[in-house]
């Protein structure tokens, strides 16, 4: 495969590219500083096979989701696959989690990010054109990953305090566990979901079962 990585992080873009040399994907991975709004002015429309999102449509803004999906759409040949991953609000109504739980995040750790309901991103998605071939819930996986998470800050916990304020480690401590008990509970969920560009009529060309999807070499 040829890769396209994007991200506006200018720290992320340096650590991917990093990444890719040490792993000697020179030329097969290229990692871009570039916003998703100008990706139909760097690429022509209908470049790419498959993409992937994770973790970013929490950062779109609802009110711009069709947008979002609609790019995504445009980049894509005819029954290209795209997923994406993102976590989502368990509230119908998309309205965060009470308590002050909210506030916090969107004050100290991801602010003005906005969980939208799983029916929201699945009605944006289809009116851009995907049919959606596969929905799963990762809420259990995520709970134990931000738990890993948690106990491995706690256990460099003494190292960490050196590299940020203790401000900044004690907000990351809150969140890490209070994310990981709002998953518990079910207060927030996250979903991948899988989608396939329908330009024409006809069958998705994936397989009839989900089997493919748990093959390591799929």
Request: aromatic content about 10%; proline content about 4%.
């Amino acid at each position: 495969v040829h890769a396209v990585g994007i991200t506006l992080s200018r720290n992320q873009a340096e650590h991917a590219r990093e990444r890719v040399r040490q792993a000697g994907l020179q030329g097969r991975i290229d990692i871009l500083l570039l916003d998703y709004r100008d990706l139909p002015r760097r690429f022509a429309g209908g470049t790419f096979d498959k993409v992937a999102s994770i973790g970013m449509f929490e950062h779109v803004g609802v009110r711009n989701l069709r947008e979002y999906f609609d790019i995504i759409a445009v980049m894509l040949h005819d029954r290209g696959l795209f997923l994406n991953h993102g976590i989502t609000s368990a509230d119908v109504d998309g309205r965060p989690v009470g308590s002050g739980v909210g506030e916090f995040i969107n004050r100290h750790v991801f602010p003005r990010g906005e969980l939208p309901h799983l029916h929201v991103a699945v009605q944006s998605m289809s009116a851009a054109g995907f049919e959606i071939a596969d929905t799963e819930s990762l809420r259990p996986h995520y709970a134990h990953t931000l738990a890993h998470w948690y106990r491995r800050l706690e256990q460099r916990r003494v190292e960490a305090a050196r590299l940020v304020t203790a401000r900044t480690l004690r907000t990351w401590r809150i969140y890490l566990a209070g994310c990981c008990y709002g998953f518990e509970r079910g207060w927030i969920n996250i979903y991948q979901l899988l989608g396939s560009r329908q330009r024409a009529p006809g069958p998705t060309q994936l397989p009839l079962t989900r089997d493919w999807i748990y093959r390591k070499d799929s």
